[in-house]
């Protein structure tokens, strides 16, 4: 049964704090993605990464930036936390290849920035 | 860039009848697959269909199929028999045929399934 895991379901942090979401996949896939969800806006794209220390920036990169130290493991990191950061965080994967193949992603990080 | 378009944010309709999600998008590219996700109140997305670009016959998948009309760039989702496990908001998004490149995906529209 393939599975996207992220580190915490929900998470609540204070401005200024850096803060680490964690992503691991165990379908041994080459791509990997953060996306963040807000109300009325649909999905963005923050970064993404095609492979092991690879990285790539999304629609909306700005105030964030990404590790991928390992394969199956895909880091989105907050420098410095400001409210309007309070968002959903999705982690998708996906296999190298046609475009048409399934994007599997995590249950997603609910971050409140107080 | 590409855009994709979901005019309706909500959507009502009575169990055991059909419904229509739209979805517009705009693109240059030639080659391309387009997707229908589910998120229901779990969070997690799920793969409801996809359609390949140069496939002119649309894709179903049991009480599940879509519209696709490349020329009008139109890709809607038609839900038959609707169940009460439909409920959920749904996605539509689009991916280039090549590449590493994530998914554009559309604003969402809030499926409510009335008993």
């Known amino acids: 049964d393939v599975k996207v895991t992220q580190s915490s379901r929900y998470l609540v942090k204070r401005t200024g704090e850096k803060v680490f979401l964690e992503c691991v996949q165990d379908?041994?896939?080459?791509?990997m993605f953060w996306y963040r969800q807000d109300p009325g806006l649909g999905l963005r794209l923050i970064y993404f990464?095609?492979?092991?220390?690879?990285?790539e920036k999304g629609d909306i990169p700005e105030g964030y930036s990404v590790s991928r130290e390992k394969k199956e493991r895909f880091s989105l990191i907050l420098e410095s936390a400001s409210t309007n950061q309070t968002s959903m965080y999705l982690c998708?994967?996906?296999?190298?290849?046609?475009?048409?193949?399934?994007?599997?992603f995590g249950p997603g990080t609910r971050l409140t920035v107080l | 860039a590409q855009t994709v378009t979901q005019s309706q944010p909500e959507m009502s309709v009575q169990e055991a009848e059909t419904v229509t999600l739209s979805c517009t998008y705009d693109t240059s590219e030639s080659d391309y697959y387009l997707f229908w996700y589910k998120q229901p109140p779990s969070r997690q997305m799920i793969l409801v269909i996809r359609?390949?670009?140069?496939?002119?016959q649309n894709a179903t998948e049991n009480r599940f199929s879509v519209n696709f009309q490349k020329a009008a760039k139109s890709f809607s989702l038609k839900i038959s028999d609707s169940q009460l496990g439909d409920a959920a908001m749904y996605f539509c998004?689009?991916?280039?045929?090549?590449?590493?490149?994530?998914?554009?995906f559309g604003k969402g529209t809030h499926l409510i399934i009335q008993p």
């Open positions: 990464s095609y492979d092991v220390k690879m990285k």
């Open positions: 379908m041994d896939h080459e791509n």
């Open positions: 359609q390949e670009a140069y496939k002119q």
């Open positions: 998004a689009y991916r280039p045929g090549g590449g590493a490149d994530g998914l554009t």
């Open positions: 998708a994967s996906i296999t190298a290849g046609q475009g048409g193949n399934e994007q599997f």
